[in-house]
């Protein structure tokens, strides 16, 4: 069963910039989140799909994030424009249903905004 | 408000010894918890789960306890190996709220040879 995938693995740029992330999830998993993971801190939730619908968004800055999950498979997260405080280590999940399933991740895109 | 908490953000142990992380959550609807680990440059992997209507959870050498009254969580991992050396995240969730996880900050392990 090939993982989740994401890319890019790193990404660096100026504040007020703009980024994009990509995710391709496992292969028949409804769910897929989007997590920020701050230096020293655990995945805090941003986004998480059910299928090509958001389930719960209440932790996404939404003047500056967006993500959206075409045709309910891969997905993408935009920041636009970025500050410093958005370095950080962005990780895709997904999982087979939304209730009591372990979530399966990528490798991450480490962000790094100067 | 942090609703899942690891308080001890390093454990050292010795090879063949036991390894205990524990974590403590607030939220009283949390019905499912999940241990993660992290390797370096990884994301987090899925280790072992309990639901709230058990108090343990077993699987090879990892044991997950769960005391509800006390709203705390623990994983023992007898005995501890020097592949076990990562970051550990505990993690919580409630079917009330469409299953969504809170993590800990995570609790370094490192196990000596």
């Known amino acids: 069963e090939a993982g989740v995938a994401q890319s890019p693995r790193y990404k660096i740029i100026e504040k007020r910039q703009s980024v994009a992330f990509w995710c391709n999830p496992i292969?028949?998993?409804?769910?897929l989140y989007w997590y920020q993971q701050i230096l020293g801190q655990g995945p805090k939730l941003l986004i998480q799909f059910q299928n090509n619908g958001v389930v719960d968004d209440s932790q996404l800055p939404k003047d500056r994030f967006s993500a959206e999950r075409l045709k309910g498979v891969d997905s993408t997260l935009k920041i636009q424009p970025a500050k410093l405080e958005d370095s950080a280590v962005y990780l895709c999940a997904s999982s087979l249903r939304h209730l009591n399933s372990p979530l399966h991740f990528g490798n991450g895109t480490r962000l790094t905004v100067t | 408000d942090q609703q899942v908490k690891q308080n001890s953000p390093s454990l050292s142990v010795q090879e063949g010894r036991i390894s205990i992380l524990n974590c403590d959550y607030t939220?009283?609807?949390?019905?499912?918890f999940l241990w993660y680990k992290k390797y370096p440059a990884e994301g987090p992997t899925f280790l072992i789960s309990?639901?709230?209507?058990?108090d343990k959870n077993e699987d090879g050498r990892f044991t997950v306890f769960l005391n509800k009254s006390a709203k705390h969580l623990s994983l023992h991992i007898v005995p501890s190996q020097p592949g076990d050396s990562a970051v550990y995240f505990c993690a919580a969730s409630a079917s009330t709220n469409a299953g969504k996880s809170t993590f800990g900050d995570g609790t370094t392990l490192t196990v000596k040879p």
């Open positions: 939220n009283s609807m949390f019905d499912y």
């Open positions: 309990i639901s709230s209507i058990k």
């Open positions: 292969s028949g998993h409804a769910t």
